[in-house]
């Protein structure tokens, strides 16, 4: 039986390709989508640039048949724009204001009441990335669901890039004889290791020995972490994911790292670090460049004062205070130290396009708030001898159509986690301080 959905405005503006992900069945754009989409289409974001792309898809179906009685897809489909069932009686009797939302449940709930009416009725199904819609929704009877299409991962069970796995405690033993395990050498019972994956092994009887080691997927070996210790810029690794972490950020065959964690984890500060030491001190990179998305939380300051250096300062500022702290046994303002290292260029994300940037240590912050789109923007910009770090916590979103699994960080730790040319380290212990990590595990 093909099931009706009738798709809400944040479906077609988060994925212009939507209405393909629908096969056998019949696809509703109420009108009032197409006015909100026209009112996005101006915008220099990716709003703007999604409701430009849906705007074009419906341009070159509309070709094919009259898009109100409705044009068959290639995937036995059919897309309508619905300009009937938009009387408001249904809808109103509950939610008194008249508004784009309850205009587009109105055409969701006399769909559905004219199917119950039918010999074989039809499931209505209203799909939005409206947490508040599928609410309303499903108050009103109908059928609700998110979009799930954009989801590299279908739950909350995203790859941490470690692992924790008992053994016999003379592997443990040999590996620090060894300094290297081969895996088919010993019963791990493990075969689904992924490249640059850390284990912590653990002894099965209970006695307190342990080792944190690395995956070579090249020799199908495991090494122990080479950096767990070195002082890097006054920093140290202070818990085992921090000590991954300064692995994969010295390892210059690595041109990709991804560290998600909380707030106060030490993921921006280690990457600070790192980056200072392979520009500043050993001069492996020209340059080290850190950016962040420009997404504010809360109500937006508006128009900011002086040039493009003084703009950035309040959204720059998290980047200033994580140099403070590698800075603070140095003399001088920070505005100073930075200036005079020369090597250390901080943008904003919004001046990327276009750019080709070459034999720099890159590190985007807030990686969460990118868009799929946004993200692969940003990492084709890499260019040869160059070392990219994303760091972010995909539970703290600022965008309004996106979650802790379809958000560009997500995705791009999920696509690059078979790949040799990337690491990936979940940190899980904070380190900012004893309240902070209160703060975050109970609120």
Known sequence: MKKIYVLDTSVLLDDPNAIFTFNNSEIVIPTVVLEEIDKKKRLGDELGRNARTISRILDRLRKKARLQHGVKLDNGSILKIEMNHRHLENVKKYFY?????????????????????????????????????????????????????????????????????????????????????????????????????????????????????????????????????KDIWGIYPKNAQQKMAYELLMDDSIPLVTLTGRAGTGKTLLALAVGLYKTEEINRYNKLLVGRPVIPMGKDLGFLPGDKDEKLRPWMQPIYDNLEFIFRNREGDIDGIVAGLRKIEIEALTFIRGRTIPNQFIIIDEAQNLTKHEIKTIITRVGEGSKIVLVGDPEQIDHPYMDSINNGLTYIIEKFKKYREAGHITFEKGERSSLAQLAADIL
Not at 143 to 169: C, L
């Open 97 to 229: 204001e008249v508004n784009n939302d309850n205009r587009i449940l109105a055409v969701a709930i006399n769909l559905h009441l004219e199917q119950k009416g039918n010999l074989n009725p039809r499931p209505v199904i209203l799909v939005s990335k409206d947490v508040l819609v599928r609410i309303k929704a499903d108050t009103l009877g109908i059928t609700a669901q998110d979009y799930s299409s954009d989801k590299i991962v279908k739950d909350d069970n995203i790859y941490s890039g470690y692992e924790t796995i008992k053994v016999d405690p003379y592997i443990i033993d040999d590996l620090y004889i060894k300094n290297c395990l081969t895996i088919s050498d010993y019963p791990l019972h493990n075969p689904s290791l992924l490249p640059n994956q850390f284990l912590i092994l653990k002894d099965k009887l209970g006695s307190s020995k342990s080792a944190l080691v690395y995956f070579d997927s090249n020799k199908n070996t495991l090494t122990p972490l080479k950096f767990m210790d």
